[in-house]
């Protein structure tokens, strides 16, 4: 396939930016996305001209570096798949492609196709984790018994990456998803229930100190969502922050 690419090129947080044309030939459709900014970022070294910075690590779906917005949706046209599990069979011989970064005040461009996440650490530093005695007087997890509707649903809450699909893909850039995910995951198990009165508290407070929007509950957060985060965890996280003020 030969595709022309239109690509945000961004020297730093402090430049403008524009987005520069970039034409690709002979494209395997069997390459995965990364594989194909990969090849052109070659011929650009070849050529003189300075690669193309985009984020990546595992490229398995796992990690949610690789966080691009491709022809206006996070990740592109693939469902439930993060933009390194995209492949170029996904579009046409003669397509334009527009690649740009996630779009949100809370994650500024670094460079080019990157931003900095870092709130999301910050608001899984806020209340994102458990107490557990780890000095040689642990407990089995299998000797705590767990309801299995909780456990399935504490898990399915668990499979967020933070990516950051949902914040680009909302209208007000809202985290809520993200942010509810990771109360959810512990509010449903006994081993979260110690800081239960606080970590929703504390992570909202910490996602609005961050910038992030409002949610408004037009779903296009989880329908963008690589794992498929279900809305109610939405409700739970209201549910916990309600019980955290009034308790």
């Known amino acids: 396939m030969d595709l022309k690419l239109k690509i945000w090129r961004q020297q730093n947080a402090n430049d403008k930016g524009k987005m520069v044309d970039y034409d690709i030939k002979d494209v395997s459709p069997d390459m995965s996305f990364l594989e194909m900014l990969d090849v052109l970022n070659n011929q650009l070294v ?3 001209e300075e690669a193309v910075s985009f984020d990546h690590d595992c490229r398995e779906g ?7 917005q491709i022809n206006g949706r996070p990740h592109g046209p693939g469902e439930a798949i993060t933009s390194c599990q995209l492949h170029m069979r996904s579009f046409k011989d003669g397509d334009t492609i527009h690649i740009e970064p996630f779009r949100a005040k809370a ?11 870092s709130s999301f650490d910050r608001i899984q530093q806020a209340g994102g984790y458990i107490s557990v005695n780890t000095s040689g007087n642990t407990q089995d997890a299998n000797a705590i018994p767990i309801n299995k509707v909780d456990a399935d649903h504490a898990f399915d809450a668990a499979t967020c990456i933070g990516c950051g699909a949902c914040v680009a893909a909302c209208k007000n850039a809202s985290a809520m998803l993200f942010v509810s995910a990771k109360v959810s995951q512990y509010a449903l198990l006994p081993q979260g229930q110690v800081e239960a009165k606080l970590r ?3 992570m909202v407070a910490q996602m609005d100190a961050e910038g992030f929007g409002a949610c408004t509950n037009t779903g296009a957060c989880s329908a963008e969502c690589p794992k498929e985060i279900s809305l109610t965890n939405i409700a739970r996280l209201n549910r916990e922050y309600l019980k955290s003020s009034i308790s």
């Open 107 to 117: 994650f500024p461009v670094i460079k080019d196709l990157i931003v900095d996440r």
């Open 46 to 48: 070849e050529k003189g």
């Open 200 to 202: 929703a508290q504390n």
């Open 62 to 68: 796992i990690c949610g570096s690789c966080s691009l």
